[in-house]
T-cell receptor, first 113, second 109 residues
Framework: DGGITQSPKYLFRKEGQNVTLSCEQN?????MYWYRQDPGQGLRLIYY???????QKGDIAEGYSVSREKKESFPLTVTSAQKNPTAFYLC????????????FGEGSRLTVL | GQNIDQPTEMTATEGAIVQINCTYQ??????LFWYQQHAGEAPTFLSY????GLEEKGRFSSFLSRSKGYSYLLLKELQMKDSASYLC??????????FGAGTRLFVKA
């Protein structure tokens, strides 16, 4: 079945360590997104990519990095520069031009110890 | 700036109707979405409005007024499984989608 797969589902990291969250989709969508969700704040956009080898910063890109070398993959690296990385991270891809709704992965919950 | 406002929490009774309001201010507005999110899970798409008016889809309906920057999600015949957060989101320009903080709906028996 088509969908978006995020891994790992749960991740623990020590302060000062970089960590990479995986996001793979087989929906043949061009656009992909990373959001962060904190309690009471909804989803905030970190980075998005419209096509391969191109990506743009969202509203809270500081301390994060991404790459888009393949259409199917959009990994997110949470660097040690991110001051408050503990959060629920959601990857999404965008459907066709008609409605443009987002399809989400199941999320990755990162906890910094 | 870009801003989306919706109530933090609402409570309704099983079998009743509930309306969740959303106001938005976004540059390059290009459509309004509603998503449902159960605790600890990913959001799932409910509805999309780009033109003024009401879109009905089963027990759920969504309304948009572009001139007022206003939308609502109407849930009829509430069921216990409808207890979830409902996220209002606006598409800004071609590819960017901005989300509100979400409304937590509690359905009681």
């Amino acid at each position: 079945d088509g969908g978006i797969t995020q891994s790992p589902k749960y991740l623990f990291r020590k302060e000062g360590q970089n960590v990479t969250l995986s996001c793979e989709q087989n929906l043949n969508h061009d656009a992909m997104y990373w959001y962060r969700q904190d309690p009471g704040q909804g989803l905030r956009l970190i980075y998005y990519s419209q096509i391969v080898n191109d990506f743009q910063k969202g509203d809270i890109a500081e301390g994060y990095s991404v790459s888009r070398e393949k259409k199917e993959s959009f990994p997110l690296t949470v660097t040690s520069a991110q001051k408050n990385p503990t959060a629920f991270y959601l990857c999404a891809s965008r459907a066709g031009q008609t409605t443009g709704e987002l399809f989400f992965g199941e999320g990755s919950r990162l906890t910094v110890l | 700036g870009q801003n989306i406002d919706q109530p933090t929490e609402m409570t309704a009774t099983e079998g009743a109707i509930v309306q969740i309001n959303c106001t938005y201010q976004t540059s390059g507005f290009n459509g309004l979405f509603w998503y449902q999110q159960h605790a600890g899970e990913a959001p799932t798409f409910l509805s999309y409005n780009v033109l003024d008016g009401l879109e009905e889809k089963g027990r759920f309906s969504s309304f948009l007024s572009r001139s007022k920057g206003y939308s609502y999600l109407l849930l009829k015949e509430l069921q216990m499984k409808d207890s979830a957060s409902y996220l209002c989101a606006a598409r800004s320009g071609g590819f960017k989608t901005i989300f509100g903080a979400g409304t937590r709906l509690f359905v009681k028996a």
